[in-house]
């Protein structure tokens, strides 16, 4: 089935620990993008990717890293979790990166820092 | 900067009735598309409408359409015929078509449809 793959689905990690969430995506979409999901505060977007090889910062960009090596994978690295890092992180892409182009997102991970 | 506004934490409809949801925003791109997704209580984000700035008539997709009001800066969802599957939240979303073409979203509104 063609979408977004995110792993893992749920993480309990120490604080202060090195962790990356994985993004695969099999639809050759452009565009790809990490948002965090927080109650009463909507998606935020932490970074994107317009194509392979380029990476940018979104609105909550700190003690989080992206690479985009090619058009398939984009992981999301948090180099030092820290407890407000705790939060549902979605992955998602675009065929283009303006247009009527909606996103394809994936299931989400759940991430919790002690 | 572009802002996203929903001020409408949370709504009720009777099943088979209308329901807007409310949603303004502000940006100084001329070129902008906006969007609503659909998030029912298993957390995935389901792609719903677009409307493009230049569009001339409002979208529809379905049983959804956005009243799209350029100059008071507002896209509202209308739901008609709710069904008690449209029990979810739902985010409005504004992408700007130049500098970054990034996504931003309101803070969402939970929309309970009553049988």
């Known amino acids: 089935i063609a979408g977004i793959t995110q792993a893992p689905t749920s993480q309990i990690l120490a604080a202060g620990r090195r962790m990356t969430l994985r993004c695969t995506q099999d639809?050759?979409?452009?565009?790809m993008y990490w948002y965090r999901q927080d109650l009463g505060l909507g998606l935020r977007l932490i970074h994107y990717?317009?194509?392979?090889?380029?990476?940018g910062k979104g609105e909550v960009p700190d003690g989080y890293s992206v690479s985009r090596a090619n058009t398939d994978d984009f992981p999301l690295t948090l180099a030092s979790a820290v407890p407000s890092q705790t939060s549902v992180y979605f992955c998602?892409?675009?065929?283009?990166?303006?247009?009527?182009?909606?996103?394809?997102f994936g299931s989400g991970t759940r991430l919790t820092v002690v | 900067a572009q802002k996203i506004t929903q001020t409408q934490p949370g709504m009720f409809v009777q099943e088979k009735e209308a329901v807007t949801l409310d949603c303004t925003y502000d940006?100084?791109?001329?070129?902008?598309?906006l969007f609503w997704y659909k998030q029912p209580s298993s957390g995935e984000m389901i792609f719903l409408i677009y409307?493009?700035?230049?569009?001339?008539q409002n979208a529809t997709e379905g049983r959804y359409s956005l009243n799209f009001q350029k100059a008071r800066k507002s896209a509202n969802l209308v739901i008609s015929a709710s069904q008690l599957g449209d029990s979810a939240m739902y985010f409005c979303?504004?992408?700007?078509?130049?500098?970054?073409?990034?996504?931003?979203f309101g803070a969402g509104t939970r929309l309970f449809v009553k049988a």
């Open positions: 998602a892409s675009s065929e283009g990166d303006r247009g009527r182009y909606g996103y394809t």
């Open positions: 639809m050759r979409h452009n565009a």
């Open positions: 990717s317009n194509t392979a090889g380029t990476t």
């Open positions: 940006t100084s791109d001329p070129s902008y598309g």
């Open positions: 409307q493009g700035s230049y569009d001339q």
């Open positions: 979303a504004m992408r700007e078509n130049t500098g970054g073409f990034k996504t931003i």
